[in-house]
């Protein structure tokens, strides 16, 4: 089937060569940073994680889109979803890629990655991750693919299949949950000590992965013959609302604690995030920018006129999915560290290589999902 | 790993031939092929070629520490010896003494005495060979005015013409040695662990370069090479330990071992013999009579960040 890949128009081939450009640039990057050490990034002894693993545990949420249509599908055979629950699992399957190579970008010693295996930790929340997250990949490829031959065949999913579809749904949860704690168990960061981490990642994810979805469905809706309907879009839709209401209110839930017990280890990183801390305000634009977008998303989401227009859903679902990638690719991560456990103020500052990384595994994995979409596209489009 | 590696798609032939080295100097030659083709091998062949580019195969695949044999252990100490030799030019020592029986080491600081003249800060890095550039300091010094104990209200940047200041005390945090680590307890690969003399130790040839053991340390005493480390040859500590200031590379993590080479052999910490006013101790905890035994059962003690639960083996005290 992968062979569908090589064929297509001009506009398929200019945007595949775009993507491997930045790749090809991404990948140079890294040579350097590999020859040089992780000093070539804005990272430092008091921030010692910054974009990369921000970037990680963003895509992590993206990933959760393929349950969101997974479960009521599967579960509760909701037959608008059959069209479009492949371009869920695919795009599990680029976001988790994403993860795993935003894992290796950040290794300082890439070459022992696989001590991983000859020494298997089980007291490590990190040695978890690695396990859930190759397995959601796995799952995905493996349920995405045999689907979709099925369909290429036109005969039904063999029955064998199900066991695997019913067993990535509580798997999402796990990537998320397993995520949140590599967190939320550290004694000495009281930014990230808190028992709602994982139930706020739950939340964003499946506001942020099926945001994109839909901006997904809308650009292929306008740009190809492939229509996922609008009524699953509208679900999607309201999907997307509840998750960000969720969402933005399990961070209030944090707001409250921390500001009302006024525990400095607690609240020093939020009014850093927020209004700035000792005169160091290097993340106050973004987190206003976050919480504007989160603002207007809501608006548009909540208020059915403007969910219900193409044109306004698809501004409020780019508001969703930027709102969280700030909050969750750069805020959350690095102000962990900001201040440090010893109180000291130790600013961040992504560099160009680093970031020229981060957009080359984007671009990583934008051409896997543009790969396996063409495919997938291109099946439905001959068995239809 | 040799055959996880040699599995990988997208390396040719010559690769294939190097990672399986008949004698070292077949090693040797791959690793010329690599440097000269293995960089277009995609990134399979690239990690490889970085892997050589910096460490020879038996670097490579080396195993931890705590699961080489005797055997293995002396033929790593004579690779670094020769490695050593060659990068600064000296013979060195790089034990691999296990601990002494009988011994659980704890330290404690006297912060009456302390005057923050940061002796123990240079001592440090001198003994145990931290990078000048980047620069790695395991201690840190912090400045605290008289009746208040906020970190947030405390400083290491202090400079005034002489110490002790008026109106300020002093209070050095370094590792603290807890032993119940959060550190050691994040780390994927076990490439950290507590050794049973209480030392918390790193293996620098196995760890990945994660950095979750810093995320995860409240004390903020880990500390990461974030490149190449630099130590001038003149100033390069020969009598190291395997698992202490034995150089270190690029991307790994390192800190304090309370001088596992120095207390392996029955002496001092580097830091509690240059102190000027006597105010680090040192010692063996199982033993009632020692300093630090007597110390902590006669003194106002008390532990950084004791609400964490990490017990640490590293006292701060009021000597009057």
């Known amino acids: 089937m992968l062979e569908k890949a090589l064929r297509g128009n001009k ?370 489009a001959e068995s239809a | 790993m040799s055959e996880e590696k040699t599995k990988e798609p997208g390396q040719t032939s010559e690769l294939k031939v190097s990672l399986d080295p008949a004698s070292s100097q077949e090693a040797a030659e791959g690793k010329e092929l690599i440097n000269r083709r293995g960089f277009m091998q995609g990134t399979a062949g690239v990690l490889a070629a970085m892997a050589l580019g910096s460490c020879s195969w038996q670097e490579f695949f080396q195993n931890n520490f705590r699961r080489m044999t005797k055997g293995e252990i002396e033929q790593t100490v004579e690779r670094l010896r020769s490695e050593y030799k060659q990068k600064y030019g000296k013979d060195f020592v790089v034990d691999a003494e296990g601990p002494i029986d009988g011994t659980f080491f704890g330290y404690a600081l006297d912060i009456q005495r302390c005057i923050g003249c940061r002796k123990c800060v240079y001592a440090c890095v001198e003994e145990n060979n931290q990078s000048r550039d980047p620069q790695i300091q395991y201690i840190r010094v912090l400045r605290f005015k008289d009746g208040d104990m906020d970190l947030e209200h405390s400083t290491i940047y202090y400079d005034p013409e002489e110490v002790p200041e008026k109106g300020y005390y002093y209070l050095p945090v370094q590792c603290q040695q807890c032993e119940n680590p959060p550190c050691t307890k994040v780390c994927p690969v076990q490439a950290t662990w507590t050794e049973p003399d209480g030392i918390v130790v790193v293996d620098y040839n196995w760890c990945i370069g994660c950095r979750y053991c810093m995320a995860a340390c409240p004390y903020m005493g880990r500390w990461f090479n974030f490149a190449d480390p630099v130590i001038p040859a003149d100033k390069v500590n020969v009598n190291t330990h395997y698992l202490g200031n034995r150089p270190r590379m690029r991307n790994v993590v390192e800190k304090c071992t309370f001088c596992i080479q120095r207390v392996r052999k029955g002496r001092y910490p580097a830091c509690v013999e240059v102190c000027p006013v006597g105010a680090r101790k040192f010692g063996n905890l199982l033993d009632p009579n020692s300093e630090i035994s007597r110390i902590i059962q006669t003194k106002r003690v008390f532990r950084l960040k004791s609400e964490l639960n990490t017990q640490p083996k590293f006292y701060y005290f009021f000597s009057i």
């Open chain 1, 11 to 380: 506009s398929y081939f200019a945007w595949i060569g775009f993507l491997l450009i930045l790749v090809g640039m991404g990948f140079g990057f890294y040579l350097r940073q590999l020859g040089f050490g992780l000093g070539i990034t804005g990272m430092s002894r008091d921030v010692s994680w910054g974009l990369y693993i921000g970037q990680f545990t963003f895509l992590v949420g993206v990933a959760a889109s393929a349950v969101m249509l997974v479960l009521p599908y599967y579960l509760h055979n909701y037959k608008v979803f059959g069209k479009i629950t492949i371009l869920g699992e695919f795009l599990a399957v680029a976001a988790v890629t994403m993860c795993l190579s935003f894992i290796v970008v950040d290794l300082g010693r890439p070459d022992r990655a696989f001590n991983v295996l000859l020494y298997p930790t089980p007291n490590s929340v990190l040695f978890w991750d690695m396990v859930v997250l190759n397995g959601y990949l796995f799952l995905n490829i493996f349920v995405g693919w045999t689907v979709l031959e099925s369909e290429a065949k036109s005969v039904p999913p063999p029955k064998w299949i199900k066991p695997f579809i019913y067993l990535s749904i509580p798997w999402a949860v796990s990537i998320h949950t397993v995520t949140a704690f590599l967190y939320a168990g550290l004694p000495g960061r009281g930014f990230w000590l808190s028992a709602i981490m994982a139930p706020r990642f739950l939340g964003s994810a499946f506001a942020a992965g099926p945001a994109l979805l839909i901006l997904i469905c809308l650009f292929l809706r306008k740009y190809t013959k492939f229509d996922a309907g609008w009524e699953a879009i509208q679900s999607l839709a309201k999907i997307v609302t509840y998750a960000m209401i969720i969402s933005v209110f399990f961070v209030l839930c944090e707001l409250f604690t921390v500001f009302y017990s006024q525990i400095p280890e607690h609240m020093y990183h939020f009014l850093y995030l927020f209004v700035g801390l000792h005169g160091h305000s290097g993340l106050v634009p973004w987190m206003w920018a976050s919480t504007v977008l989160a603002a207007i998303a809501l608006i548009i989401m909540i208020n059915p006129k403007t969910r219900n227009s193409p044109g306004t859903l698809a501004i409020g679902c780019a508001a969703v999915f930027f709102s969280l990638w700030i909050e969750k690719g750069i805020t959350l991560v690095i102000t962990g560290y900001i201040p440090s456990p010893l109180e000291t103020i130790t600013e961040y500052h992504a560099t160009l290589p680093e970031i020229g990384i981060v957009i080359g595994v984007w671009a990583l994995g934008f051409l896997i999902m543009s790969v396996l979409y063409k495919v997938a596209l291109s099946v439905k």
